[in-house]
């Protein structure tokens, strides 16, 4: 099993970046789908996530700013950043996780986010 992200950058504050994540599960529409972030310095923390029936949590510092989502037919995992602060620099992962069977937990190697003053 393996998760590829990608679509970071360098970029000014105020800009927007998409970020994906290709899944090679046998069955990814029954995973929960997540992003993860950890900043320099910083604990890895969990961003957003879309359960298998498209339900999507965000954690507070990224509501209205960040949007999850999933097309299981191109098994792909994306993350919308709009209106980038600098305080948005970390590096991203995706991260697959069975809701129920819990050993089936997967991350992919994490993209670079770089937010400019």
């Known amino acids: 099993v393996q998760l590829q992200a990608s679509g970071g950058g360098l970029v000014q504050a105020g800009g927007s970046l998409r970020l994906f994540c290709l899944v090679s599960?046998?069955?990814?529409?029954?995973?929960?789908m997540a992003w993860y972030r950890q900043a320099p310095g910083k604990q890895r923390e969990l961003v957003a996530t879309v359960t298998s029936g498209d339900n999507t949590n965000y954690a507070d510092s990224v509501k209205a700013r960040y949007t999850i989502s999933r097309n299981n037919a191109k098994n792909t995992l994306y993350l919308q950043i709009d209106s980038l602060k600098p305080e948005d620099t970390a590096v991203y992962y995706c991260n697959a996780r069975h809701p129920t069977l819990l050993q089936y937990n997967y991350w992919g190697q994490g993209t670079q986010v770089t937010v400019s003053s």
């Open positions: 599960i046998t069955i990814p529409g029954r995973y929960t």
